[in-house]
């Protein structure tokens, strides 16, 4: 059955007659589409629909979550009289709870987050440019006789939020995505690297032939690759990697780790905790972002916030609960999936550009390594020990010189972010979590000896 606004206010109701105290709905309807080809082949088209809904009652201090995808009147019945018994029997949590109705957001913009335009586009299209794709990064050197295939896909989504305290909204969005991931073989050796790009609207997507030839850029470059001696030198992060780092620092700053004392950022607002380099935005109103929304999982504005300036730690990601766990008000960051109670998420999460350029990054280190990815989880953001197997270029007399393997990179972050030396003017506003070129003056690159 189509699901409405009205028929969620309704179930609602149908709670509070039951005893319920308060509640929200959250439901999430969507389809997808992916086509991948290998070698000129389709290996695989799937399209795929799904849908959710997710009940949360409370009674007094007591709640409980429940979820289905049957959206017929006899399973909703059910899954109100069972919630409500599951409400009913659950302990007590002190800061459960709704927003107060005086915080959530008043109107809802339309951000032109859904693409119409990509359902007019046939399969045979779509499958077509993921085969260009894959064309252009094997045209692009004789050394690339193979693949590991080229992907295109797109999605669209429907999120309608109710709750007991007023709030009631909708919006539809969309995202398109082109990959290609070809193999590179010399003097047998090999190796695969990938590009992709992602963008709300699948008119805007950068070009097949683009795609494919960084790409294959990007694998030639990592043939031949050598090992290097345990050392301390200056690491630069590509753009890539570099947001691994900022999205390292966006879990440090949830509220439910912060809460449970289990990050090493507890306590630190209005403190310099990066170098004055680094300023971050949580920006879900950015045009075009794929992190934007027009209201959180809970029915709060979307608010563009400046969560670190030239260092200064000004605001941590929060949403209701882990925001009274705190004493302090939720920043709006409340996420929900299907089936699940609101967590805290990013949205755009960017650090903002610098003035230098790559190249002039590069330049100014004399011995050091370019990283280009990053292999494991070594990652502790409840200390920021930070160590991770890492794939690159190394840098001598500040020119990319030969690729290098079999490597980790060690510290702190702590200590990272504060020692972030450099930050580049190549960023891309088009990914949720982004950030340009970085530079960090020294780190621990553990090779295969020590120098």
Sequence with gaps: MAFSL????????????????????????????????????????????????????????????TSTSDFTKKSLDALLDDTCRLAKISPEDAYAGLPDAKVCAKEIPSYNLFDAEVEGVSI??????????????????????????????????????????????????????LSVSPIATENGQMQRDYWYSSRRKYKDLESAESVGAKAAERTIRRLGARKVATQNVPVVFDPEMAASLIACLGSALSGYALYKQASFLNDCLGEKIASS?????????????????????????????????????????????????????????????????????VSNFHLLPGKDSQDAIIAS????????????????TVTGDYSQGAVGIWISDGALAYP????????????????????????????????????????????????
């Design 6 to 65: 009205d028929l969620a206010q309704n179930i609602l109701k149908e709670a509070k007659a039951k005893g319920a105290t308060d509640g929200d709905i959250f439901v999430l309807q969507g389809e997808s589409f992916e086509g991948t080809v290998r070698l000129k082949e389709i290996e695989k088209v799937t399209n795929a629909r799904g849908k959710s809904l997710t009940l949360r009652l409370f009674f007094g201090k007591r709640h409980a979550i």
């Design 124 to 177: 045979d299209e779509k499958i077509e440019m993921a085969k260009r794709a894959e064309q252009a990064a094997l045209s692009a050197d004789p050394r690339i006789l193979n693949s590991e295939g080229g992907s295109i896909g797109h999605a669209h989504t429907d999120i309608l939020y109710a709750a007991t305290n007023g709030f009631s909204g909708r919006y539809k969005a969309s995202s398109s995505s």
């Design 277 to 345: 380099a680094v300023t971050i935005e949580d920006n879900p109103t950015l045009l075009d972002g794929l992190g934007t929304k027009p209201f959180d999982g809970e029915g709060l504005p979307s608010i563009q916030k400046t969560i670190l300036e030239k260092g200064i730690l000004n605001s941590y990601l929060l949403d209701t609960y882990s925001g009274k766990k705190l004493n302090l008000p939720s920043t709006g960051n409340a996420s929900r999936g299907a089936g699940s109670s609101p967590s805290v998420g």
């Design 365 to 380: 280190v004399k011995s050091g390594l370019y990283v280009t990815e990053l292999i494991g989880f070594g990652v502790n």
């Design 404 to 451: 290098v393997e079999e490597i980790t990179i060690a510290g702190n972050l702590k200590e990272m972010l504060l020692n972030i030396e450099s930050v580049g003017n190549d960023f891309s506003p088009f990914k949720r979590i982004s950030s340009p070129t970085v530079k960090i003056s020294q780190m621990t690159v553990a090779g295969s000896e020590r120098v």
